[in-house]
């Protein structure tokens, strides 16, 4: 019987301290993922809109499918910037076992991603976190990282002043001491770890701003057009990524390609090397670490994996 899962329930099977393993051990295991389908769809208001298609499979287990629409401008008429569905099938057979709220998944992966890469990049000591951003993703990034480090303070900056109080408000409630900053240097100043999730399009985030220890996490930097940080700072830190995806595909990346200052080869690992316990992450605490994922079919099957497993009906899970 198909299953459908709406966006509270695909959340409540979601819990960071169950979905950080879960992810860890689908990077161990590996699975199939064809490159994603990308499609524009044309302009509106000045920004590119566009089409994701992200299939997974493990053989003789489950397959999934991810659908995503990118429409940045959509926060201008109060809309997400962002939806998405998935389909999980029985791989197997082939027969479709549920459909779950693809929003939800995307927003909690990519949050428990950024913390499995900061369990291995952010120093131990890490205390301080600076969110970018006020979207679904910023707002879940805070109990991520909880749950890999022990986080005693957030800030949280957003080029809309009050998103950022609104957001810190809401963090207060769950127990976290946050704070609005309104001077995204200050912030990145302050921070152990800096987490940006936005749809820039331009460079928000300096180089010259990051102390030593610093680790940089840049989730929303997934097209070519798209930046949340300069240049520079990848010119003399620790490169890690998600995928090799992220190096055809990343502005942030791509930029300081052309400019001379970064290169392919001077990437440390992707997270499925950190994982396998290939590369030991981060190697001093005066290293400056970053992060520049893209986000990955693989960490999308391993969630619905997961949201399927807590029925009693889930089969396989």
Same mark, same amino acid.
């Given at each position: 019987?198909?299953?459908?899962?709406?966006?509270?329930?695909?959340?409540?099977?979601?819990?960071?301290?169950?979905?950080?393993?879960?992810?860890?051990?689908?990077?161990?295991?590996?699975?199939?993922?064809?490159?994603?389908?990308?499609?524009?769809?044309?302009?509106?208001?000045?920004?590119?809109?566009?089409?994701?298609?992200?299939?997974?499979?493990?053989?003789?287990?489950?397959?999934?499918?991810?659908?995503?629409?990118?429409?940045?401008?959509?926060?201008?008429?109060?809309?997400?910037?962002?939806?998405?569905?998935?389909?999980?099938?029985?791989?197997?057979?082939?027969?479709?076992?549920?459909?779950?709220?693809?929003?939800?998944?995307?927003?909690?992966?990519?949050?428990? &991603?950024?913390? !499995? *890469?900061?369990? $291995?990049? =952010?120093? %131990? @000591?890490?205390?301080?976190? #600076?969110?970018?951003?006020?979207?679904?993703? &910023?707002?879940? !990034? *805070?109990?991520? $990282?909880? =749950?890999? %480090? @022990?986080?005693?303070?957030? #800030?949280?900056?957003?080029?809309?002043?009050?998103?950022?109080?609104?957001?810190?408000?809401?963090?207060?409630?769950?127990?976290?001491?946050?704070?609005?900053?309104?001077?995204?240097?200050?912030?990145?100043?302050?921070?152990?770890?800096?987490?940006?999730?936005?749809?820039?399009?331009?460079?928000?985030?300096?180089?010259?701003?990051?102390?030593?220890?610093?680790?940089?996490?840049?989730?929303?930097?997934?097209?070519?057009?798209?930046?949340?940080?300069?240049?520079?700072?990848?010119?003399?830190?620790?490169?890690?990524?998600?995928?090799?995806?992220?190096?055809?595909?990343?502005?942030?990346?791509?930029?300081?390609?052309?400019?001379?200052?970064?290169?392919?080869?001077?990437?440390?690992?992707?997270?499925?090397?950190?994982?396998?316990?290939?590369?030991?992450?981060?190697?001093?605490?005066?290293?400056?670490?970053?992060?520049?994922?893209?986000?990955?079919?693989?960490?999308?099957?391993?969630?619905?994996?997961?949201?399927?497993?807590?029925?009693?009906?889930?089969?396989?899970?």
């Amino acid at each position: 019987m198909l299953q459908i899962y709406d966006s509270s329930t695909t959340a409540a099977r979601l819990p960071f301290d169950a979905l950080i393993p879960a992810l860890a051990r689908m990077f161990r295991e590996g699975c199939t993922v064809p490159r994603r389908h990308n499609h524009a769809l044309g302009t509106t208001s000045g920004t590119q809109n566009s089409l994701l298609i992200m299939p997974a499979w493990q053989q003789g287990k489950y397959l999934g499918i991810k659908h995503v629409t990118i429409f940045p401008g959509n926060g201008a008429h109060g809309l997400p910037g962002l939806h998405s569905t998935y389909t999980l099938f029985d791989a197997g057979n082939g027969v479709p076992l549920a459909i779950i709220d693809g929003d939800r998944i995307t927003t909690c992966r990519t949050a428990a &991603a950024s913390a !499995l *890469a900061a369990s $291995y990049l =952010a120093r %131990r @000591d890490a205390r301080t976190l #600076l969110i970018v951003g006020a979207g679904n993703v &910023a707002a879940v !990034l *805070a109990p991520a $990282y909880a =749950a890999v %480090r @022990d986080i005693s303070r957030v #800030l949280v900056w957003n080029r809309s002043p009050s998103k950022a109080v609104s957001l810190a408000q809401q963090l207060t409630q769950q127990g976290f001491d946050a704070h609005a900053e309104p001077d995204l240097q200050a912030g990145v100043e302050q921070a152990d770890i800096v987490s940006c999730a936005t749809l820039s399009q331009e460079p928000l985030v300096r180089r010259a701003w990051m102390r030593p220890g610093t680790h940089l996490d840049l989730i929303g930097s997934f097209q070519p057009y798209m930046r949340e940080a300069d240049d520079a700072s990848f010119a003399d830190t620790a490169v890690f990524i998600d995928t090799e995806e992220a190096l055809d595909k990343a502005g942030d990346l791509l930029s300081p390609i052309a400019a001379g200052v970064f290169s392919r080869d001077r990437v440390q690992a992707t997270l499925e090397t950190l994982c396998q316990g290939r590369h030991p992450g981060r190697r001093s605490d005066e290293e400056v670490t970053v992060y520049k994922a893209v986000g990955t079919a693989l960490e999308d099957l391993a969630a619905a994996m997961l949201v399927h497993a807590g029925n009693p009906a889930g089969g396989q899970g």
